[in-house]
T-cell receptor, first 113, second 117 residues
């Protein structure tokens, strides 16, 4: 049973560029959440997708956008990259049930030069 | 105000001993869930244990147990018989709301646990 998979593992971009990160949820899961984890910090919630709609959003600018596909996989897009966007981006999947834990992927480490 | 507070940036424990990692939380929502995750240096977040606000008994999962004191708003993680592989960052997280509302997770800043041989 495949867990949450994210791609790519690592990515290097320069300021002003755009990036797309991808996530495939754990089999059977229908909800995908994205988190940003800066070095030495806990993860910060970006947004959550359910039934192809953004259901919740954290305190992140509009440069951060996302999408969920009919197969429940998801993308995170970041435009006009800033140095401060350098972080580990974590995708988590879960069932639409408040009692179930979110399962995380290994993350994408994004470095902005 | 911080919703999840982990006051121990780093902890050391001798192999085979037990260790308690502290977590306090702040919420006015009567329905919430508390989670502990382990993050090794490789980066993946591994789910360890869950406690619901209405659960009467403390949660246990193998060597992990959660000391849930609702009145004090604390949810400490106890790891028994520590192993070298337990060395990692440990995060306490809370989700407010229940049922169909898949609330986002709010994380603390984490505690780095080092197990000494």
């Amino acid at each position: 049973d495949a867990g949450v998979t994210q791609s790519p593992t690592h990515l290097i971009k320069t300021r002003g560029q755009q990036v797309t990160l991808r996530c495939s949820p754990k089999s059977g899961h229908d909800t995908v959440s994205w988190y940003q984890q800066a070095l030495g910090q806990g993860p910060q919630f970006i947004f959550q997708y359910y039934e192809e709609e953004e259901r919740q959003r954290g305190n992140f600018p509009d440069r951060f956008s996302g999408h969920q596909f009919p197969n429940y996989s998801s993308e995170l897009n970041v435009n006009a990259l800033l140095l401060g966007d350098s972080a580990l981006y974590l995708c988590a999947s879960s069932l639409a049930d408040g009692h179930q834990p979110q399962h995380f992927g290994d993350g994408t480490r994004l470095s902005i030069l | 105000a911080q919703k999840i507070t982990q006051t121990q940036p780093g902890m050391f424990v001798q192999e085979k001993e037990a260790v308690t990692l502290d977590c306090t939380y702040d919420t006015s929502d009567p329905s919430y869930g508390l989670f502990w995750y382990k993050q090794p240096s490789s980066g993946e977040m591994i789910f360890l244990i869950y406690q619901g606000s209405y659960d009467q008994q403390n949660a246990t999962e193998g060597r992990y147990s959660l000391n849930f004191q609702k009145a004090r708003k604390s949810a400490n993680l106890v790891i028994s018989a520590s192993q070298l592989g337990d060395s990692a960052m440990y995060f306490c997280a809370m989700r407010e709301g229940y049922g169909g509302s898949q609330g986002n997770l709010i994380f603390g800043k984490g505690t780095k646990l080092s197990v000494k041989p």
